[in-house]
């Protein structure tokens, strides 16, 4: 009896195993997906290939008639398109001091200078890089110092590895007038920040 016992539970788990075994044996197939991995682009604005403070316009002596110049090359270092804006226009003037010339054209604000009101300055995108202002050129502000605007949102598209000389030229212009003279020893400084943005901007931005 106990032979038949046992007899029976070795059949069984013989059974058993064959049974487990046999599932192993259905079509099968596994694929896999490892690996992934995200990497953040970049958005990389240099002028002139730099990533420092860049001063394009330092002249003494200013006097009506002069004209001088100036080129921003833009760069996109990044790997990634960005639109490429001014963000910020800031504009200051200084009287530094009022002498007899100024006094007798009746300059009487001795904290205010009035050098702006007479700079024009043209700003554009040299599109066709032949260094002046040509049929393709996108203008981007022209005219006084003292009217410019806090900020000039152009989009233009810049691609990574890509270039513009941008503010491609810039031409800062003393036409003489009669009130000239109210000018004499001021000065004044033009600040720009250029920006490049994943997405377009605007004054609402």
């Not at 046992?6 to 690996?35: C, K, P, Q």
């Not at 963000?87 to 604000?109: L, M, W, Y």
């Not at 050098?115 to 032949?130: K, V």
Request: proline share 4%; glycine share 8%; hydrophobic share 40%.
């Amino acid at each position: 009896m106990k032979k038949r016992i046992l007899f029976s539970i070795m059949v069984i788990a013989l059974a058993a195993t064959l049974v487990a075994g046999a599932t192993t044996a259905y079509f099968s197939d596994v694929e896999r997906s490892f690996g992934n991995t995200f990497t953040a682009g970049s958005l990389d604005l240099k002028i002139d290939g730099k990533d420092c403070n860049v001063v394009k316009f330092v002249h003494f002596n200013m006097k009506p008639g002069d004209v001088v110049k100036g080129f921003y090359k833009l760069s996109n270092d990044g790997t990634i398109p960005g639109y490429l804006n001014i963000s910020k226009i800031d504009v200051k003037d200084f009287e530094n001091c009022i002498i007899e010339p100024e006094q007798e054209a009746g300059d009487n604000t001795p904290d205010i200078g009035e050098l702006s009101s007479f700079l024009e300055i043209h700003l554009f995108i040299d599109l066709d890089r032949n260094g002046r202002y040509s049929g393709p050129d996108e203008e981007i502000y022209n005219g006084l110092l003292k009217d410019m605007p806090e900020s000039i949102f152009m989009n233009r598209t810049l691609l990574p590895g890509d270039w513009f000389d941008i503010i491609g030229e810039a031409i800062v212009k003393w036409e003489p007038t009669d009130q000239d003279n109210l000018a004499q020893t001021d000065s004044c400084i033009l600040d720009l920040e250029f920006t490049l943005n994943q997405v377009e901007q605007s004054a609402a931005n």
